[in-house]
């Protein structure tokens, strides 16, 4: 329907501006502080939480599953939550592109044309199609 339509524009939209705020904060070259570094951490072991919980659910072959869980996480946790943290200076420029670089690799199964966009206006290295999938062990 219409709203469904709508929603899913709204998300391709998300994801572009999540990538431009990204792409701008790289250029800030701010100091990092020891807290910010623990951070880190921390969010970069969500991220990865992420992506085995929606990389579980598609070997289950429960796509509708997966699609919301990375569908939430990106707009809620990443978008609204963590962008914002990395405003107050609480997480690093570099890990925000870091667990870009995920959420563009975990969503690449279901918004595939946006998500190869964004990655090559983000200009980071290879086509996404070629990334391997996030497992901590890298």
Not at 2 to 11: H, P
Request: proline fraction near 2%.
């Amino acid at each position: 329907d219409e709203n469904t339509i709508r929603g899913m524009r709204n998300f391709a939209n998300k994801i572009w501006n999540a990538a431009r705020f990204v792409k701008m904060r790289v250029e800030d070259k701010s100091a990092v502080s020891e807290d910010t570094v623990k951070n880190d951490e921390v969010f970069l072991e969500q991220a990865l939480l992420v992506a085995k919980n929606v990389g579980d659910k598609i070997e289950l072959l429960k796509i509708g599953l997966a699609s919301e869980a990375v569908y939430e996480k990106f707009w809620h946790w990443f978008c609204d939550d963590s962008i914002e943290r990395s405003k107050k200076d609480e997480i690093s420029n570099k890990a925000l592109v870091e667990v870009l670089k995920l959420f563009l690799v975990v969503l690449h199964p279901f918004v595939p044309f946006v998500t190869e966009a964004v990655w090559q206006e983000m200009k980071f290295e290879g086509l996404l199609i070629e990334q391997k999938w996030p497992d901590g062990k890298n």
